[in-house]
């Protein structure tokens, strides 16, 4: 149902913007990915893995001087602290490097040996 009044009823956006119709249970192939969305979408995944990770560092840093000798408190809480901010930054670094050399290699190959592909089947 379209909600606009002034189009017609059988108007339908996303054909008129150049999508293919699709119908349920029809085979769909990925033949290409985007570079740059594929390594924006893995740098940020890694990235919120890096702060689960920095965090339990942070963490076991901070226990690791509760349990250990006066010492080395700031050579240990100061590891803690970086690991919390440099290791989201280099895990979602390598998340987007990683991911725009995938989309380009998965780009290349789907070209030669045919992309992936999806069955939509209604729930």
């Known amino acids: 149902m379209n909600d606009n009044p002034y189009q017609s009823p059988d108007f339908d956006p996303k054909l008129a913007a150049g999508y293919p119709a699709v119908s349920l249970g029809s085979v769909l192939t990925v033949k290409r990915i985007g570079v740059l969305s594929a390594g924006k979408l893995l740098g940020c995944m890694y990235l919120v893995l890096g702060l689960i990770i920095g965090g339990f560092m942070s963490l076991f840093s901070v226990l690791g001087v509760v349990a250990g000798n006066a010492d080395s408190a700031p050579a240990a809480l100061a590891v803690g602290a970086g690991a919390i901010v440099l290791i989201p930054i280099f895990y979602g670094g390598i998340g987007l490097v990683g991911g725009m050399l ?22």
């Open 102 to 123: 995938g989309a380009l290699l998965y780009n290349a190959l789907a070209s030669v040996v045919g992309g992936i592909e999806l069955e939509l089947k209604s729930t």
